[in-house]
Structure formats: C-alpha cells, structure tokens
C-alpha cells in the first residue's frame, strides 16, 4: 500500500484526500516510480476544481510533474530499469495517471533522464515551465531585440519564458498586476516590468519600446484584457493565449488585429513533447540553457507532502515567484 492523493469531489484545495491505495505492478509500456519530488501547476488545480477542458471522472487520482526513482517497469520497456532515477513529464491526460503519490504508475514514454547538477526539487520543475514558454521561440522565433511581453511573469512558465527571451536576445517586458513583485522579477531577468493595475499598461509598453509595439505577447490569462494586449503590439505581432486563469470570455480584437495584421494563436506545451523531432531538438536546447546558466528553475516554496491542500492553497494565492514543489 501506499500513500496516494485522491480526489472524490470538485472543489477548493481542502477537497484532496491522502488515502493509502495499491499501486500494482506496471502493465505494456509503463513504470512505476517512487516519487522523491512534485511540481504543481495550475492546469491541475483547474482539474481539481471542475474550471479544465477536461472533466475528471471520480474518484481520480491527480498530478502529473514529478520526479523519482525507478521501481520496476513493466513489459515492452526498454532503456529503463530499477533503480534509475526519472523526471516524469506531464505528456498524459490528466486523471488517466496520477504522480501525487508516495508511488505510482506512469507511462514510459513519460519519463526523461535528469538534468545532471540539478537538485531534486529543480528536477520537478523543468518539462513543463520550459515546453510551455518555448512558444515564443518555436511559435514566433523570438531574436535579438525583439521585445516580449510576458503576462503573469511570476508563474513558473512566466519565469522560463523571460530567462529563454533574455537567452534569444530579445528584450523582456514583465506584465504583473501590482508592484509588489517588480523587484523579484528584476532579480529574476526582467528587463522591465509594468505592473497592469497600477499603470496605463499600453502606455508603459510603448514607452519601453520607442512607440514601436511588442512583436510577442505571451498571455496565460485570456478574458478582456487581451485588448489591451493587443494594442500594445507592433504589426505583424503574434499573440499566444495558452491559458484562461480570468475565467472570463476572452473577446477576439478585431480591429486591433485587422489594422497591425496581427496572428493571435493558442499553444499548450504538447505541441512540443507530441512531436518527437520538435521534443528531441527542444530537449537538447533546454538542457544547454540549463548548463550554460541561461536557464535556472526558480523554486518559490516547498511542501511536505503531508500538506498538499495548503500547497495547492499557497499556489492558488498568488503570492509565489516561481514554482511550487511538494517533497516526500
């Protein structure tokens, strides 16, 4: 038996039960895996609380960023074995594997070698963050002097996608709502920061640019904003939304859109881990930044597992720069 996070009703963070399950042996093409490490993300506490695309089926386990070591491996897996240690990607449907758990079952094709000369908590903090923000590289080809706007810049991807814009060469531009984080995020790369609720956000764009617009606007917000977002851009500027964190509509700007010729476009990190030879060239990309010092995970508090609720509270408060990781 072992401890395993379950979730039997939809709701607030309070509705997680740790319970002891079986975890069983692994099946056709998977591992299983003790866990040392978990990285949350908000794609699972928008599951949890019935706001993700997709609906769990309860009861369910949940998580799906985690790192560990290898117990054993089941048929028709081959290059891992016991005793190996793992990061596991989130590359799975959530609710169809679960990671918050003392063990677990997960897909071999899941499973990545570590960064060497990380620790484990960075370890859990790596495929996700940097497949999501290498959009603005592989979506846009983000170059020298490019500027970039990054919105909710304190997440964990927020992060990433300044360290991989400072890293092209292009100019990084932090899009918070206060200014209670600009010095964190100055320490953290920013080149600039604009604190949304607090300034005329177009009018601080423009002035950091020259009058010229933002080329790149990476947004996982959407709601009515996206406006503004697009009025700060410069023509021809490209504009991901990868989120919905306002739980609002998100209106299409139109005539912002038709007179800069703007491309507006979604992006979720599997249009890089679901295509091997884009995973693969992404993959050696990331782990030179991670040598090279151009990428450094940002780790904002750690979590016993005994207190994944109020991790997944703290993570929902808003208050962290960076990642949040539960350790076991």
Same mark, same amino acid.
Request: hydrophobic fraction near 40%; glycine fraction near 10%.
């Given at each position: 038996?072992?401890?395993?996070?379950?979730?039997?009703?939809? *709701?607030?963070? /309070?509705?997680?039960?740790?319970? +002891?399950?079986?975890?069983?042996?692994?099946?056709?093409?998977?591992?299983?895996?003790?866990?040392?490490?978990?990285?949350?993300?908000r794609?699972?506490?928008?599951?949890?609380?019935?706001?993700?695309?997709? %609906?769990?089926?309860?009861?369910t386990?949940?998580?799906?960023? #985690?790192?560990?070591?290898?117990? /054993?491996?089941g048929?028709?897996v081959? *290059?891992?074995? =016991?005793? /190996?240690?793992?990061?596991?990607? !989130?590359?799975?449907?959530?609710?169809?594997?679960?990671?918050?758990? &003392?063990? =677990?079952?997960?897909?071999?094709?899941?499973?990545? &070698?570590?960064p060497?000369?990380?620790?484990?908590?960075?370890?859990?903090?790596?495929?996700?963050?940097?497949?999501?923000a290498?959009?603005?590289?592989?979506?846009?080809?983000a170059?020298?002097d490019d500027?970039?706007?990054?919105?909710a810049?304190?997440?964990?991807?927020?992060?990433?996608?300044?360290?991989? #814009?400072?890293?092209?060469g292009?100019?990084?531009?932090?899009?918070?709502?206060?200014?209670?984080k600009?010095?964190?995020?100055l320490?953290?790369?920013?080149?600039?920061?604009?604190?949304?609720e607090?300034q005329?956000?177009? +009018?601080e764009?423009?002035?950091?640019? @020259?009058?010229?617009? #933002?080329?790149?606007v990476?947004?996982?917000?959407?709601? !009515?904003?996206?406006?503004?977002?697009?009025?700060?851009?410069?023509?021809? @500027?490209?504009?991901?939304?990868y989120?919905?964190?306002? &739980?609002q509509d998100?209106?299409?700007?139109?005539?912002?859109?038709?007179?800069?010729?703007?491309s507006?476009?979604?992006?979720i990190?599997?249009?890089?881990?679901?295509?091997?030879?884009r995973?693969?060239?992404?993959?050696?990309l990331?782990? %030179? @930044?991670l #040598?090279?010092?151009?990428?450094?995970?940002?780790i904002?508090?750690?979590?016993?597992?005994?207190?994944?609720?109020?991790?997944?509270?703290?993570?929902?408060?808003? %208050?962290?720069? *960076?990642?949040?990781?539960?350790?076991?």
């Open positions: 038996m072992t401890k395993t996070v379950m979730v039997h009703e939809l *709701g607030e963070p /309070d509705v997680l039960r740790i319970e +002891e399950t079986e975890v069983g042996a692994p099946k056709e093409g998977e591992a299983r895996i003790r866990v040392k490490t978990l990285g949350l993300n794609a699972e506490a928008m599951f949890r609380a019935g706001k993700y695309p997709i %609906q769990p089926e309860l009861p386990t949940i998580g799906y960023e #985690a790192y560990g070591e290898i117990v /054993d491996v048929p028709g081959s *290059g891992w074995k =016991a005793g /190996d240690a793992a990061c596991v990607m !989130p590359n799975f449907r959530l609710g169809t594997y679960g990671v918050w758990a &003392e063990e =677990a079952i997960v897909p071999a094709s899941s499973l990545v &070698e570590p060497p000369d990380l620790s484990p908590e960075e370890c859990a903090c790596i495929w996700m963050q940097y497949c999501t290498l959009a603005i590289i592989e979506g846009a080809q170059t020298l500027y970039v706007v990054i919105r810049a304190s997440s964990s991807v927020g992060l990433a996608a300044i360290q991989l #814009a400072n890293w092209t292009a100019v990084s531009i932090a899009a918070t709502r206060s200014n209670r600009r010095d964190a995020l320490q953290h790369g920013a080149q600039h920061v604009v604190a949304t607090e005329d956000y177009v +009018e764009v423009m002035k950091i640019t @020259g009058g010229k617009g #933002a080329r790149i990476f947004d996982p917000v959407g709601g !009515p904003f996206v406006e503004k977002l697009a009025e700060s851009m410069c023509e021809r @500027g490209i504009l991901f939304i989120g919905g964190l306002s &739980e998100t209106p299409y700007p139109h005539w912002q859109s038709a007179f800069k010729g703007l507006i476009r979604g992006w990190a599997s249009e890089i881990w679901h295509h091997p030879h995973f693969q060239r992404h993959k050696a990331i782990l %030179q @930044g #040598a090279r010092g151009k990428l450094k995970p940002v904002a508090k750690t979590f016993p597992f005994d207190q994944i609720a109020e991790a997944n509270r703290y993570l929902e408060s808003n %208050q962290q720069v *960076g990642k949040v990781v539960v350790t076991l």
